[in-house]
C-alpha cells in the first residue's frame, strides 16, 4: 500500500484533515490533525483513523499503522 493511498485515504473519510506519514513497505506511521476529533477521547481519534483502513489489516496489504492524532489549533 502506498503512502499516497493511504493519505488520500484518510482525507476522504476525515475531509480537511492534515497527515504526515513516514515509513515504508507495508509498516507506516501517520500523524492527523483533523477538526473531526473535536470533543473526541484520545481513543476515540484513534479508532476513527484505524476504522479507515479495516479492510487492509484483515487482507493482509497493511501490516502495522502507528497512529498519532491532534486537534487543529
Given at each position: 500500500?502506498?503512502?499516497?493511498?493511504?493519505?488520500?485515504?484518510?482525507?476522504?473519510?476525515?475531509?480537511?484533515?492534515?497527515?504526515?506519514?513516514?515509513?515504508?513497505?507495508?509498516?507506516?506511521?501517520?500523524?492527523?490533525?483533523?477538526?473531526?476529533?473535536?470533543?473526541?477521547?484520545?481513543?476515540?481519534?484513534?479508532?476513527?483513523?484505524?476504522?479507515v483502513f479495516k479492510a487492509q489489516f484483515e487482507s493482509g496489504e497493511l501490516h502495522a499503522l502507528s497512529?498519532?492524532?491532534?486537534?487543529?489549533?
Amino acid at each position: 500500500m502506498s503512502p499516497e493511498k493511504i493519505q488520500q485515504m484518510i482525507h476522504d473519510a476525515l475531509p480537511g484533515s492534515q497527515v504526515k506519514m513516514a515509513g515504508a513497505d507495508c509498516n507506516f506511521s501517520v500523524e492527523v490533525t483533523s477538526s473531526a476529533f473535536v470533543g473526541k477521547s484520545p481513543l476515540q481519534r484513534h479508532r476513527m483513523v484505524n476504522d479507515v483502513f479495516k479492510a487492509q489489516f484483515e487482507s493482509g496489504e497493511l501490516h502495522a499503522l502507528s497512529i498519532k492524532t491532534n486537534l487543529p489549533e
